[in-house]
């Protein structure tokens, strides 16, 4: 007969004899300061009941009617002008992998007004070397 050490080869897992104690450790500093109002706070979107709303799943079907109807809140959106400065921030930051509607433009708004913005860039550079090699 065969003698099987303990461990995952002879079938038996290791066990600790007592489980680690587990102990919830709160940091108790001081009470937040009051903050002044953030414009964030007014935003249509953050008062939202349905925060999923600015961040539909998909491209067809229903998400196409979710992305209308959270642009049209967008546009109604009395700080669009302060989402619109953050959202160039963030993209200077992420760049393409913003995800969601921000300042009334999808994703695919916004890859395709910078796909424009470059195609026109290129073109312009192309006409100046025509011009400079005539």
Not at 95 to 104: H, K, P, R, S, T
Request: net charge neutral; glycine share 6%.
């Amino acid at each position: 007969m065969t003698h099987l050490a303990p461990g995952p080869i002879g079938g038996h897992l290791p066990r600790a004899e007592k489980p680690a104690p587990y102990r919830v450790v709160r940091f108790t500093g001081p009470d937040k300061p009051e903050r002044e109002p953030d414009w964030r706070d007014r935003a249509v979107c953050a008062n939202s009941d349905d925060a999923d709303a600015w961040f539909p799943i998909g491209t067809t079907g229903h998400a196409v009617a979710q992305i209308e109807a959270a642009k049209a809140a967008c546009r109604q959106c009395p700080v669009l002008e302060n989402c619109a400065e953050l959202l160039e921030t963030m993209q200077q930051d992420l760049g393409d992998n913003l995800e969601g509607v921000w300042a009334a433009t999808s994703q695919e708004d916004r890859t395709g007004s910078r796909m424009r913005q470059k195609r026109q860039q290129a073109k312009a550079r192309y006409n100046e070397k025509r011009q400079a090699a005539a």
